[in-house]
């Protein structure tokens, strides 16, 4: 098996943290050096790291190394013309995501750029990895759409490198996440920890944080997650709405905002009886997982990744209006505060194929194709 690994995180959101440094404790044996930029200015970050990289840590770059392992935010195709000791590298390129599949933001600006380094990138690849099959159809999907559209025919080949990949999941660590289950108030408890950004869907979250005030119903509403220097407007607004719920019922005000001990973030998960989803789009939905680790019940909107590891009746349907999928949403969390009320047992997922321990292997196989 490779012994020395160099692996290049281009922009380090919190998934991809997560990521490479739990394949690191995954093989401790190995020896691992890590490259990873902040996760801002994203145009800029994905078409100028190579710049970065191959002008502040060259001699790090053309060490020794058995395996190359890059995120797909990597510009590698410019990185291996600026430091041509990679060139020869065995190299694996893991996608997170695609900008293919984002939501239509009016804030982003317009670039192609954030579409094609990937594709150049998976192009210079030895393999492609993708943490989800909804990543790689979705990622496929728009390449062809894209390749389509261009004034230059591109051959079929193109196309297929790009199909010849795998899927092999971001792993979920579990060894610290059974804390002792607090799940003893006479709320029902629903934490919703996503990235406080406009495509995991605060237009949503706002309409059932709205609609649980109307109802007055004993359902305890934590919103934590990461935030970024522009914040969507609707968190205000939430943030003020489940206060009014709280002082209503006379009760404590969930948590909101970001948690970061994750002792306690991982406490907290323990503590709820849910886990909610109003995305817009999900590659993983690893913030999912590891609730359901912690002994959640999951609600997630019946696209996306979600049907891939998720039962249908812990999908609710997306409509039109955020109001009418917000009632949807109301209704299932009060027919579950209904059995905890009768302490009946909600509904649980098991997704050990997830975890670390089963995903070594798979790992490990990837891995062995650089030797």
Not at 267 to 282: E, F, I, M, N, R
Request: proline share 5%; with cysteine; hydrophobic share 40%.
């Amino acid at each position: 098996m490779t012994n020395k690994i160099l692996l290049l995180s281009a922009y380090d959101a919190r998934s991809h943290k997560i990521w490479r440094q739990r394949l690191a404790r995954m093989f401790p044996d190995l020896d691992w050096k890590q490259l990873a930029l902040p996760p801002r200015n994203f145009n800029w970050r994905i078409r100028g790291n190579s710049l970065h990289w191959a002008f502040n840590n060259r001699d790090e770059l053309a060490a020794n190394y058995d395996l190359l392992i890059a995120t797909s935010m990597v510009d590698l195709s410019s990185l291996r013309g600026l430091v041509p000791e990679l060139c020869e590298l065995p190299t694996i390129l893991y996608f997170h995501e695609n900008q293919f599949a984002y939501p239509e933001n009016t804030q982003r600006e317009e670039n192609i750029e954030p579409l094609l380094v990937p594709i150049y990138s998976a192009l210079c690849a030895d393999k492609i990895v993708f943490n989800s099959n909804f990543n790689r159809e979705t990622f496929l999907e728009g390449v062809r759409s894209l390749l389509h559209k261009l004034p230059d025919k591109i051959p079929n080949c193109v196309l297929k490198k790009l199909e010849d990949s795998l899927v092999t999941p971001v792993p979920v660590s579990i060894s610290n996440h059974r804390i002792i289950d607090s799940k003893t108030t006479n709320c029902l408890e629903v934490v919703w920890n996503h990235r406080w950004e406009y495509d995991k869907g605060p237009g949503l979250l706002l309409e059932i944080a709205n609609l649980l005030s109307i109802s007055k119903s004993p359902i305890r509403l934590h919103i934590v997650g990461e935030g970024f220097r522009q914040v969507p407007k609707e968190f205000v607004q939430i943030r003020d709405l489940l206060q009014e719920h709280a002082n209503n019922l006379a009760i404590e005000s969930g948590q909101f905002g970001y948690i970061e001990d994750e002792a306690s973030y991982h406490g907290l998960l323990a503590s709820c009886d849910v886990v909610l989803s109003t995305a817009l789009h999900d590659f993983q939905g690893l913030a999912i997982q590891e609730a359901c680790f912690a002994g959640c019940t999951p609600l997630a909107p019946n696209c996306l990744v979600y049907p891939e590891y998720l039962p249908e009746n812990l999908l609710y349907k997306r409509h039109e209006s955020d109001e009418a999928t917000a009632k949807l949403v109301l209704e299932r969390l009060q027919q579950w505060l209904i059995l905890k009320q009768e302490d009946q047992a909600l509904p649980k997922i098991e997704l050990e194929n997830y975890a670390a321990e089963k995903l070594r292997t798979n790992y490990k196989v990837l891995f062995e194709f650089a030797n």
